[in-house]
Every structure is written in C-alpha cells, then in structure tokens.
C-alpha cells in the first residue's frame, strides 16, 4: 500500500522560506513522477510542481517559477518543495501525490501559513 507522509510546514513570514518533505513507502519511488499539490481556504486543489521518476523533468504552476524548486532523493524515498520567497497567496495545505497502478495516493498533508 503507498504511502506518502508530509512535513515540514508551519508559519512564516512573508519572503521567508520553507522546505517541505514527503516520505514515501509501500513502493519503489524510483519509478514514479511526484506531484506537490495545495489546497487554500475555499479553492481547488492545485498542482504546484511535479518532478519526473528519474528527476530530469520538472514543472511547475506559473505562480511559483522561480520561487520552489522540486527535488527527490530516491534512496531516501522523499522528495521535497524547497520554497523561497514565500507570499501570503501560498498560504494552504501541501499535499504530496502519486500514481500507482493507476491509482491515485495521497498523503495527510502539511499546512504552510504566511503571514507576518
């Protein structure tokens, strides 16, 4: 059974920073893309980045180019959301999220907050 744990949020002052973590277990990151998505006070859910399984792709949503960067360290079976710059706009829940045999898994997700 997949699972992914995040970490790594918390509140912070506009322009400040955080990294976030996502743990996976119960299958081999290695051959997976990964996705960080948010989810903000009466919004959609959005993707935010998302890094290929070999990690030589990445994307990211227009609002935050330049800002977060997507990583991943297969040994350790985590991937992370360096995120630099931060806005009062990138106030919401991070979840992290992959695709195993067609199914969709998330996990519990982790609440950032900016604010001063």
Same mark, same amino acid.
């Given at each position: ?10 509140? /912070? ?31 959609? !859910? ?12 990445? +994307?990211?949503?227009?609002? /935050?180019? $330049?800002?977060? +960067?997507?990583? !991943?360290?297969?040994? &350790? ?9 931060? &806005?009062?706009?990138? +106030? ?16 519990? $997700?982790?609440?950032?907050? /900016?604010?001063?």
């Amino acid at each position: 059974q997949p699972q992914l744990v995040e970490s790594g949020g918390g509140l /912070v002052q506009p322009g400040g920073s955080l990294r976030l973590s996502c743990a996976t277990s119960g299958f081999t990151l290695d051959y997976y893309a990964i996705g960080w998505y948010r989810q903000a006070p009466g919004k959609e !859910r959005e993707l935010v980045a998302a890094i290929s399984s070999a990690g030589g792709s990445t +994307t990211y949503a227009d609002s /935050v180019k $330049g800002r977060f +960067t997507i990583s !991943r360290d297969n040994r &350790k079976n985590t991937v992370y959301l360096q995120m630099n710059s931060l &806005k009062p706009e990138d +106030t919401a829940v991070y979840y992290c999220n992959t695709r195993v045999s067609g199914r969709p898994s998330w996990g519990q $997700g982790t609440q950032v907050t /900016v604010s001063s």
